[in-house]
C-alpha cells in the first residue's frame, strides 16, 4: 500500500513541470534574444530617437533604412555571392571528403592511415599559421591569358574552402564508412558494379545521417567565415561574400547606427530563417559532429 | 591490367581530389610558413629572400606587444574555458529537466552560435557604445553604465560577455548528448537508494560525463585562444592596442605593420602554444575519465 503510494506520488512528480527551473529558463532566453531584440527595433528608429531611447519601440516604423543600407553594401548581390560560394564548397567538401574516406576506411594499410593521420592532425593548425604564404602562393597560381586567377576569385575561395573544410569532414566520414557493412559493397561487385558504381549507389547513400552533419557543418563555418575571403577576395568589392560587405559597409557608417543596424538584421536573416525551418537537422547534426570530434 | 593495380588506381583516384586540395591550401603553405619565418621575407616573391635564422623568432619574443597579446589572450580564455561550461551545462542540465518549453529554450540557446562573431561583435558593439552609455545617463550611475569599449578591463569583460553568448549554447549540445547518454536505469537505482537530485548529480551525472568535458574544455579553449572575428568587431583591438589578441597581433604584424617574416614566426609560435596547450589539457581530463 505504502509502495503503491509512493509510486504514485513519484510519477506525478515526474510529469510536473519544475516551476523555479522554468522561471529560470526562460529568463535566460530574454538574455540571449535581448541583443537580437534591440538590434531590430533600433534599425527603424529615426537618427533622434536612437539617440534617446534604445529600449523602446520605434515611434514610426519605417523601412527607409534598409532600403539605403541594402542599396549601399550592395546587399542582394553580397548574398547572391555567399549562397553561390557556400553552395558549390559544401556540394564539392561532401564529394570529396567522402570519396576519400570510403578510399581510406576500406584500404586499412599502414600508408592510408598515415594519410587519415595527416588529414586529422592538421586541426590543431590555426589559420593565422598558413595565411600569409596561402596567399603568396597562389597567387602565383595564375594563367593571364585565360583570365585564370586563384586569388581574387570564387572559384579560388571555393578551392581553398574545400582545402580547409577536409579534417572535420573525412573525420566524420570516415567514422561513418566503418559502420557501413562491407558485405553489402562485395555483393554489389559480384553483381558487376565497377568500384564509382559501388560507391555511388551503395556506400553513399548508406552514409546520409553523416552527410546531413558534414553539410550543416561546413554551412555554418563558410557561411560565417570573414578572414579567409577577406584576404582572397580583395580587388573587386562586386565579388564580396555577406561577412565582408558587412565589414566594409560597418567601418563606413557605424556613426549611423540605424543604417548600420538595418544592415545586420539583413545580414542575420537568411542565418534565422534557415535555423527555424532546419533547426532539427541543425541541432542533431552538431551533436553528431562534437560527439564524434 | 591486374586486379591489384587495378585497386590500387582506384584507390589513388578516390583519394585524389582531397588529397590535392589539402596538399595544396594546407599542407605546402605550412610549410612554406615554417620556411618563411626563418627568412627575412618581404611578404611578396619569395626569391631574394635571406635565410637569417632564429632572428625572427628572438623579435617576435622581444616584441612586448606580442607578449601582452598572448597575456590578453590568456585571460580571455580562462574566463571562456569556466564561463561558457558552467553556464552551457547549467543550460543542459535544465533542458533536459522537467522545464516548460524546452525544446524551445535549446533552440533559443544556440541560436547565436549560428550568427557569426564578426556580425555578433557588431551587434553588441551597439550596446556596449551606445546603450550602456545612454543608461549611464538616465540612471546617473555612470560608474557601472559607460562605453564598456573605452576601457580595458571592461572592453575584456564585454569581450567575454559576447564571447559567452555565442558558445554557451554550443557547449550545451554537447552536455545534452552526454546527459542523454547516460541509462536512466542508473538514476532511477541512485534515486531509489536515496540519493538526492545533488548527490545524483555529484556522483553520477559529472563523473559519467567526463568525456563530454574533455571535448567541450578543448573546443572553447581552442576556440578562445584562436578568436579574431569578434576582436576585430567588438574592438578591434582598442583602447589602443590593450585588448589584441594573438590573431589580430599577427595579422596586425604582417599587414599594418608590413612585417610578414616577423609574423609568420609569431603565427609558428601560436601554432606551437595551442598545440601544447591544447593537448596537454585533452591528456589532462583524459585521466579522469571513468568507466562504468
Given at each position: 500500500m505504502t509502495a503503491t503510494n509512493r509510486q504514485v506520488k513519484h510519477k506525478s512528480k515526474i510529469n510536473q513541470s519544475n516551476k523555479g527551473l522554468t522561471i529560470l529558463g526562460w529568463l535566460f532566453s530574454l538574455a540571449i534574444i535581448g541583443p537580437i531584440y534591440i538590434m531590430v527595433i533600433n534599425s527603424f528608429k529615426s537618427r533622434e530617437q536612437i539617440f534617446t531611447d534604445q529600449l523602446g519601440l520605434p515611434e514610426v516604423w519605417s523601412f527607409q533604412y534598409y532600403q539605403e543600407a541594402a542599396q549601399k553594401m550592395n546587399y542582394f548581390n553580397s548574398l547572391k555571392n555567399s549562397l553561390v560560394v557556400v553552395g558549390i564548397s559544401v556540394i564539392f567538401i561532401v564529394i570529396v571528403a567522402s570519396m576519400a574516406a570510403w578510399a581510406i576506411a576500406r584500404r586499412g594499410t599502414k600508408g592510408a592511415n598515415l594519410l587519415y593521420f595527416m588529414f586529422i592532425s592538421t586541426i590543431l593548425i590555426p589559420f593565422q599559421s598558413v595565411m600569409l604564404p596561402l596567399v603568396q602562393y597562389f597567387t602565383n597560381w595564375r594563367i593571364p591569358s585565360i583570365g585564370f586567377n586563384m586569388v581574387g576569385t570564387h572559384y579560388g575561395l571555393i578551392f581553398f574552402n574545400i582545402g580547409f573544410g577536409l579534417t572535420l569532414s573525412v573525420f566524420l566520414y570516415t567514422g561513418a564508412v566503418k559502420n557501413v557493412p562491407v558485405s553489402m559493397e562485395e555483393s554489389a561487385r559480384i553483381d558487376g558494379a565497377g568500384t564509382f558504381q559501388t560507391f555511388w549507389r551503395?556506400?553513399?547513400?548508406?552514409?546520409?545521417?553523416?552527410?546531413?552533419?558534414?553539410?550543416?557543418?561546413?554551412?555554418?563555418?563558410?557561411?560565417?567565415?570573414?578572414?579567409?575571403?577577406?584576404?582572397?577576395?580583395?580587388?573587386?568589392?562586386?565579388?564580396?561574400?555577406i561577412p565582408l560587405s558587412t565589414f566594409y559597409f560597418f567601418g563606413e557608417f557605424n556613426i549611423q547606427w540605424n543604417l548600420a543596424l538595418a544592415?545586420?538584421?539583413?545580414?542575420?536573416?537568411?542565418?534565422?530563417?534557415?535555423?527555424?525551418?532546419?533547426?532539427?537537422?541543425?541541432i542533431s547534426g552538431i551533436m553528431a559532429g562534437a560527439v564524434k570530434g | 591490367m591486374n586486379p591489384k593495380t587495378k585497386k590500387n588506381l582506384a584507390f589513388f583516384l578516390f583519394i585524389l581530389p582531397a588529397l590535392f586540395a589539402f596538399v595544396n591550401v594546407v599542407l605546402i603553405p605550412f610549410i612554406m610558413g615554417i620556411v618563411y619565418s626563418l627568412t627575412d621575407w618581404d611578404g611578396f616573391a619569395f626569391q631574394g629572400s635571406n635565410f637569417i635564422g632564429l632572428t625572427n623568432y628572438i623579435e617576435a619574443i622581444g616584441d612586448s606587444r606580442f607578449l601582452d597579446a598572448f597575456l590578453f589572450s590568456f585571460k580571455y580564455a580562462i574566463f571562456m574555458v569556466i564561463l561558457v561550461n558552467v553556464i552551457g551545462f547549467a543550460f543542459a542540465l535544465m533542458v533536459t529537466a522537467k522545464v516548460r518549453g524546452r525544446n524551445v529554450l535549446r533552440s533559443i540557446y544556440l541560436m547565436p552560435n549560428l550568427i557569426g562573431g564578426l556580425i555578433l561583435g557588431f551587434i553588441w558593439k551597439f550596446i556596449f557604445s551606445r546603450m550602456l552609455v545612454q543608461v549611464g545617463m538616465v540612471t546617473g550611475l555612470e560608474s557601472i553604465f559607460f562605453n564598456w569599449l573605452d576601457e580595458p578591463t571592461s572592453a575584456l569583460a564585454a569581450l567575454i560577455i559576447v564571447g559567452v553568448w555565442q558558445q554557451a549554447g554550443y557547449v550545451m549540445i554537447i552536455y545534452i548528448a552526454g546527459i542523454q547518454a547516460i541509462s536512466s536505469d542508473m538514476m532511477e537505482a541512485a534515486g531509489i537508494d536515496g540519493a538526492n537530485s545533488r548527490q545524483q548529480l555529484f556522483k553520477i551525472t559529472i563523473p559519467l560525463m567526463i568525456p563530454s568535458f574533455t571535448i567541450n574544455l578543448f573546443v572553447t579553449m581552442s576556440n578562445a585562444m584562436k578568436q579574431y572575428d569578434t576582436n576585430v568587431s567588438l574592438t578591434n583591438g582598442g583602447p589602443g592596442r590593450r585588448t589584441e589578441m594573438v590573431a589580430m597581433n599577427i595579422y596586425n604584424s604582417a599587414f599594418r605593420y608590413r612585417d610578414s617574416a616577423e609574423a609568420q614566426a609569431k603565427a609558428i609560435l601560436f601554432f606551437l602554444v595551442i598545440m601544447v596547450i591544447t593537448l596537454g589539457q585533452v591528456a589532462l581530463t583524459r585521466r579522469k575519465e571513468v568507466q562504468l
Open positions: 551503395i556506400v553513399f547513400p548508406n552514409l546520409g545521417p553523416i552527410t546531413v552533419t558534414v553539410g550543416i557543418l561546413n554551412v555554418i563555418s563558410y557561411w560565417n567565415d570573414y578572414l579567409l575571403p577577406s584576404l582572397v577576395l580583395t580587388q573587386n568589392p562586386n565579388l564580396r561574400t544592415g545586420l538584421v539583413m545580414t542575420i536573416i537568411p542565418v534565422i530563417l534557415v535555423y527555424i525551418v532546419a533547426q532539427r537537422w541543425i | -
